[in-house]
């Protein structure tokens, strides 16, 4: 009887770590591809190609995006096209919480070079 238990615990301890693995790798493969189509997405709906950073963590998807400030004066919906992408074509990125953060393209690259890059005299 001993033994049934202590196979029953093993096998019901390994489903557990295989469904939350299948789970986990879900996730990371609807974030990889993310990554890849949805640039290509925003340039068929905005007419620009836009810079795209993804960070996936443990259950946060942070998306950063830069458009040109023409585009993000026409548009006024990106982040709500965004979430709807999501939602539509990758459910189980869109379970997790979700955070879209739209910025002009030369602004954020000027500091973050600004900086790495010191200046000397």
Do not use: W
């Not at 340039?43 to 998807?61: C, H, K, Q, T």
Request: charged share 30%; glycine share 8%.
């Amino acid at each position: 009887m001993k033994k049934f238990f202590k196979t029953l615990l093993l096998l019901g301890g390994a489903a557990v770590a295989a469904h939350f693995g299948l789970k986990a790798y879900r996730r990371v493969n609807g974030a990889v591809k993310l990554s890849k189509s949805l640039p290509e997405f925003l340039s068929n709906v905005y007419g620009e190609f836009p810079m795209v950073d993804i960070n996936r963590s443990l259950n946060a998807l942070k998306i950063k995006i830069g458009f040109s400030q023409e585009i993000l004066d026409k548009h006024d919906d990106i982040e709500n096209t965004v979430r709807e992408y999501i939602d539509d074509f990758y459910p189980e990125v869109g379970r997790c919480s979700v955070e879209v953060d739209i910025y002009v393209k030369g602004e954020e690259e000027g500091e973050a070079e600004a900086e790495e890059i010191p200046e000397t005299e």
